[in-house]
């Protein structure tokens, strides 16, 4: 029989193995959360760490400010296309690497060496590939006759200049995010994928289905959860990551043709100094995520029950 | 009997284990920072110089400084765009390095670092009249305080190749603004070479815009601080800009990085670009041919005959608050580096000038050839610039000559008043690169550009002078 007191073996044991869990989020997730949510309402500079409290101020300027205006439309371009991209090819990728072949392993390998690197190594390699001077792909273009002369297909300057126009920065930034993610997006869909019962699909078959009749009426349907869980750390990751466009573009080109809001919270309260109107620009990101978080967590749910 | 170890106790072990460092961890990395017993300690934190070999010389010199005043020296290096975040950090934390060595004035660090008017004053006494620019980037004369110690500052020229410019018609360069529009425009219709001012979010643009500005007589603020953008002077030369974009330059433009104008001249692609000599420097290393067609040109005259150049890379020293107990030592050792800045000419390979040109020349073996008859650092960067000691063999002699009174065209960035914190903002958030490239990019009429960065420019004056950082001055 287990003992009545309060504070049982067991109990003590299991509030020991939950202290570094409440310690680490404590730490490391609510006090930051509650600085910034104090720092957005007050006059905070890096320069100084005394501050006053002025109320909303930094929120009304934030909507007043076109930078802003700008970099939310580009986090929701960033995101939404990023997401659209890599949740497509994942699929396509997963359904082949689920079939046998030879160099299967090789293959999954070579699919995972993008998350195996270090985010800021492999996108200083894309800054390199995107020179506007040294480019590979410009060179490769060049000598395919379709750019550097005139009547080529890219024009008849000697450079595209992949990270100074605004159309192709936003591309190029779009695409080594792409890279970034599939890996993960696609190992995931691998799991879903194999988790669905063979026999469904086979009585669908001999139901006389087609491919894209059990893509639309049972492998897409039962892969949905794995889906949504897909679309909603990739979500997370793209809304907050500004690794990708500071190395590329530092949000250019001007103005701010591919700024997204985590790079404008840090131009503005690292390199503007301006910690207040940082800290109200990254407490944007919460509402919006916790929204997203909760659609999406809903349908899946939804889906589940189904 | 042998006693197993669980999985229940290989979790309570390491539960514990990390409880303990969690708690303990900030105690532990508290004493790195804490002064040992005995013998003193010295921390300076500073940029990886953009000439490697100054700090190869600048290491070696710390810890001898050191040893000869019996005081440990940790000198740590690191990315110019992780000074900022490093040292507000150590501001948040009340501790770390006891000197903080910017490129740019530091200004919104100013109520969480010492008040240096006591070391200026001593260097002036020891080494004479510091260059004007210098003091505007270090002292606030509304709160009357030094926040910074600025010791040298580095020279920002055009850079331009010969023999296009000679094919042109102008064998010595542009002189003017208009030179400039004209025939770089000639050079890349006739020579298909483009010329290589930047409008980009970065450090170069920014130095540009701003010489621009200057050069046609307005800037964002007054001497007394006050925001002035918004006028026809403005309009004007972002006009200018906008038709030099047309005439001269290529999209690439808009995504350059700080070494993109370095890499455009030294790989034969710019005619003229706007930069230190460091761009010249790498040439001589990597492409000798280019590096003898290199030659210089002070800032560009705009239309009413003033030519500015904007101070880019300006060397300011703080000692912060947290570091009060080492000011001593410090503002010690910041002298000892101003009395020596023979060196930091030399081994920078010209980059860095002093900040005090009247410092007396230490005697003995300075590790460079010694220069009959300098006995002060302007008698030796007059020689210097005059006959530059590091030009390849063969190569045409003085061409640094057009450098030589580069202090009277040199200014801060601010000018014509003090580079206060709302002028930081201003650069660091790109405010006048982007007013340019909105017309160039032809998003925006040259006036609606100008009012949107004159209005930007005021909220972040406004903002800074509640702070109290900037006066009130009529």
Redesign the interface.
Known sequence: MRSGRPFHRDSL?AF??L??VV??LA?FIGFPFVMSFIYSIS?A??????FSITGLNNFR?MFHD??FRTSLANTFIFTFVSIALVIVLAHILAELLIRDFPGKWIARFLLMLPWTTPIALGTIGFLWFMD???SPFDWLLRKLGLLGSPGDLFGP?S?L??????GL?MASVILVHVWRLLPLATVILIAGLNAIPREIVEAAQIDGAGYFRRLFHITLPLLFPVIGVTVLFSVFFTFTDMTVVWIL????????ATQVLASLAF??S??????AQGAAISLFFFPVLAGIAAIVLRLVKKAVVV | MTRYFSR?DF??TT??G??GL??GGPAFIGKAFAQPAGRRTLRILQWSHFVPRYDRWFDPFVKRWGEEHNINVIINHISLSDL??TF?SE??A?RGHDIVEFIDP?S?????VLDLSDLNQEARHRFGQQVPFATRSSYNPDTKKYYGFCHGWTIDPGDYRKSLWQKVGKPDGPRTWEDLLVYAARIKQELGIQNGIG????LDSNMAGRALLWSFDTGTQDAREHVILDNRKTVEAVKYMANLYDRTL????????PA?NN??LI?G?ASYILNSISAYRSAQKDVPEIAKDIYFSPALKGPGGSGWACEHVIYVSVIPKFAAANADIAKQFLLDLCANYDRAMWESELYASPAFFNTPLLSGDRGYPRVRGAKKMRDLFSHWFSDDPYALPGEARGKLLPLKDAESWATNVGHPGPAN?AE??IF???II??MF??VA?K?QRAEESVK?AAAECQ?IFD?WR??GLIGHRG
Do not use: C
């Not at chain 1, 500079?45 to 005394?50: F, S």
């Not at chain 1, 690292?270 to 910690?275: S, V």
């Not at chain 2, 919104?108 to 969480?112: G, I, N, T």
């Not at chain 2, 409008?199 to 970065?202: G, H, I, K, V």
């Open positions: 044991t020991a193995l202290v570094p310690v680490y730490a006059n500079t890096i320069g100084d760490p005394h300027e076109a930078a506007s001077v040294y300057m450079n200049y992949w990270l100074a126009r605004p920065a573009t530092r949000g250019g080109p001007p103005p701010h131009l503005k690292i390199q503007g100094g301006d910690l | 229940r979790i309570k539960g514990i990390t409880v969690a708690l900022r975040s507000a501001v948040v009340g530091p919104d660090f100013e109520p969480s409008l980009s979010q970065e290529t999209p690439e433009v808009f995504g350059w990085t993109s890499q455009l790989a692609r914190p930081g903002e660091g958030t790109y690169p982007n490239a909105r990019q998003q949107q909220r903002k509640a702070k």
